[in-house]
Nanobody, 121 residues
């Protein structure tokens, strides 16, 4: 089992920045790819960004490219999502997830509880 706990969410104005963190415990963190997903009210959960076990490979959904950056610190068992230039449409509950398969975005195995990000216009 992998336990994931998100932090860093909150309420910001459009154009501002937030950094989400996700602390992992349980199994060896560096064995897992990590991802961020989000779910806006009334919508399906969607993929946001992912990073492979080493941090060399990353992937982003088109709507956040150039604004969001995913990174990880394997020594701290933590993955980050730096979100710049936030827009009201980024408002959602953000979830951290882990899986051994980096690109299997639809089937990540382990999930955090989620954290609210609200962007006001």
């Amino acid at each position: 089992q992998v336990q994931l706990v998100e932090s860093g969410g909150g309420l910001v104005q459009a154009g501002e920045s937030l950094r989400l963190s996700c602390a992992a415990s349980g199994r060896t963190f560096s064995n897992y790819a990590m991802g961020w997903f989000r779910q806006a009210l009334g919508k399906d959960r969607e993929f946001v960004a992912a990073i492979n076990w080493s941090g060399i490979s990353t992937a982003y959904t088109n709507s956040v490219k150039g604004r969001f950056t995913i990174s990880r610190d394997n020594a701290k068992n933590t993955v980050y999502l730096q979100m710049n230039g936030l827009k009201p449409e980024d408002t959602a509950v953000y979830y951290c997830a882990a899986d051994t398969n980096f690109r299997d975005f639809g089937s990540y195995s382990y999930w955090g509880q989620g954290i609210q990000v609200t962007v006001s216009s």
